[in-house]
Structures are given as C-alpha cells and as structure tokens.
C-alpha cells in the first residue's frame, strides 16, 4: 500500500514509498536502513528480509516481523506489477 495514503487499492509508481504488512515478511528485529533515502544508497536486503518488484530488488527503508517499507525500483514499468510473498 502506498505509504503516503496508507490505502491498500491506490496505484502506485516507479520511485513511491510502499509498504508490505504481513507475518513473518522478516525473521530478525525492526532495522532501519542506515544511509540517505536514495535508491542508490539504501540497501536492497535488510534485517534478512528482501522484496522483489517485477523481479528487481527492491532499495528498503525499514524491515520488521509486521512491516516492510521499500521503494518501488525507478525502472518498474507502469500496469501491474508482481511482488511475490516470503518463500
């Protein structure tokens, strides 16, 4: 859902904060990403936890047990996009 509206139905886009809520989305404690909000800079695993976007690895802000923040990638191309559950 988008992180701004925090509605589960609105579109989103390529370089959008979203967030994924869940159980289990990440196996250790609440990590933030320790550098500047940028999709270069932020990392793309954090706290064992990795989302994927059409494929593409997914910059993250936050991961917990409940909740993963993460930044659609700026190459995700518009229509629906695939973000698979945990494995």
Known sequence: M????FKPDDAVSAGD???VKGEQLSLS???VAET????????TQLGGATVLVNGSAA????S???QIAFQVPGGTA???ALV????
């Open 29 to 31: 404690d609440p990590s």
């Open 78 to 80: 518009p229509g629906t």
């Open 17 to 19: 904060v979203v967030i």
């Open 84 to 87: 698979p559950g945990p494995a």
């Open 36 to 43: 500047a909000p940028l999709p270069t800079r932020l990392p």
């Open 64 to 66: 917990s047990f409940g």
């Open 2 to 5: 988008d992180n701004a509206t």
């Open 59 to 62: 910059p993250l802000f936050y």
